[in-house]
């Protein structure tokens, strides 16, 4: 009988970890990125002075100024104020709302692609499960992969999100030697830093990211979720050919700093309440209104397209938003 070939579990060029489980995590590289992430931050490098739509001239300061200001009149108590997460907030809430790096990315991870109802309801279960900070993220890594989905199972991709959320951790250990990542508040750190950082993360993209630099660090990036995208391809800020990706390192640097937190979640409440804009929708909206006053055209349709774009790889980034 022929002996079984034993898989060799390491590797002299990268560090490949083993989960408890006995998957091998192929991408979960400490020695080298993952070909995945090293596209990601070649793309983010490429794009990070220029846009990706270099002659789009969209939106304007003024333009920008003006839609925070109308959000702003529709927003009960006015534009939302910039303060990152006191040591008080609730780790359960999702999007980056707490002051624990890590805590906050695996809280924005499970936001991918779900609502935030569900998302909340995801790490509500986790913390319950594994508990808190540096001693849950142990458990984390230590626990079967299953058993983390079967805990976020309500969030949504549950399979995808807890190997997204165990290698995470594996790799942070593994560079920094602890389940720590708060070095990225330090002011010396820059948002660039910052977002190279989380962006090699496997699964991690650049709106994932944003968020965390956004609602954890107190830093000014601006994010383009599902609502945000197809505002401002109604606003008519992104060329309708854009994706996501592309339209979030177009606006990043189009919007202006002091602008980009409160036009993000302004954005993103007037997205989830107004029907008068949506695709099918019907009835008022100030965002149609304002156009039609300045008789600017808005992108009638609306809608999200993913596999519209002009960036090539960029379609790559979307598997981590």
């Not at 898989?7 to 489980?21: H, K, L």
């Not at 969209?58 to 040591?87: C, I, W």
Request: charged share 20%.
């Amino acid at each position: 009988m022929a002996k079984k070939r034993r898989r060799s579990t390491s590797s002299p060029q990268r560090d490949t970890a083993v989960q408890p489980n006995g998957d091998t995590n192929a991408t979960a590289s400490v020695d080298g990125l993952s070909t995945h992430a090293s596209k990601k931050l070649k793309l983010l490098a490429n794009h990070s002075t220029s846009s990706p739509f270099s002659e789009f001239l969209h939106p304007s300061t003024e333009d920008a100024q003006a839609v925070y200001a109308l959000l702003a009149s529709h927003t009960p108590g006015g534009a939302p104020v910039h303060n990152p997460p006191s040591a008080n907030s609730n780790s359960a809430t999702t999007c980056g709302h707490t002051p624990n790096v890590i805590d906050a990315l695996i809280g924005t991870i499970l936001s991918q692609n779900t609502s935030s109802a569900n998302s909340s309801a995801a790490k509500r279960s986790l913390d319950s499960v594994f508990g808190q900070g540096e001693p849950s993220f142990e458990k984390m890594v230590n626990a079967d992969r299953q058993m983390i989905a079967d805990t976020i199972r309500s969030g949504g991709l549950a399979n995808r999100k807890a190997k997204i959320i165990q290698e995470a951790l594996i790799v942070v250990k593994k560079k920094h030697g602890r389940y720590d990542l708060q070095h990225l508040a330090a002011p010396g750190v820059t948002d660039e830093r910052a977002m190279q950082e989380l962006v090699s993360l496997d699964g991690v993209g650049p709106k994932t990211a944003a968020c965390v630099l956004s609602f954890c660090l107190g830093r000014q990036a601006f994010a383009v979720d599902t609502h945000v995208f197809r505002l401002t391809k109604l606003l008519g800020w992104v060329p309708k050919n854009a994706d996501r990706v592309g339209a979030q390192a177009h606006l990043e640097l189009k919007i202006p700093p002091e602008l980009k937190y409160g036009l993000h979640v302004m954005m993103v409440r007037h997205g989830r309440a107004c029907r008068g804009c949506k695709k099918d929708g019907s009835g008022p909206c100030p965002l149609k209104s304002w156009l039609k006053e300045r008789s600017m055209p808005s992108d009638s349709e609306g809608g999200i397209k993913e596999e519209d774009g002009n960036l090539g790889d960029s379609k790559s980034l979307l598997l981590g938003l």
